[in-house]
């Protein structure tokens, strides 16, 4: 067995050619192909993400708001945890 790592181009219409030099005798063989597509190099990875977030908020929310909330909660809890610490100064 042997195993070779290439780069390769996929055509427009899908298409991947392999022709290579294998170093084996003639004869049947079993073939692996495993392809891993690698990004765009013309499309920025963050552009990727961008139609994750497209659909519009639902009517009535307020994401400040709601950051607000969150906030709120969050420092309450800290808050709460620090009353009920052994370690909390007087």
């Known amino acids: ?7 390769a181009q996929i055509a427009a219409d899908g298409k991947l050619l392999l022709e290579l030099p294998t170093g084996l005798p003639p004869g049947p063989a079993d073939v692996v192909v495993v392809v891993h597509p690698k990004p765009s190099s013309q499309l920025p990875r963050a552009q990727s993400l961008v139609g994750l977030f497209a659909a519009p908020d639902p009517p009535g929310f307020d994401a400040v708001a709601e950051v607000r909330e969150i906030r709120r909660r969050a420092t309450q ?14």
């Open 77 to 90: 809890e800290a808050e709460d945890e620090l009353e009920r610490s052994p370690l909390r100064m007087s």
């Open 1 to 7: 067995m042997k195993t070779m790592t290439f780069t």
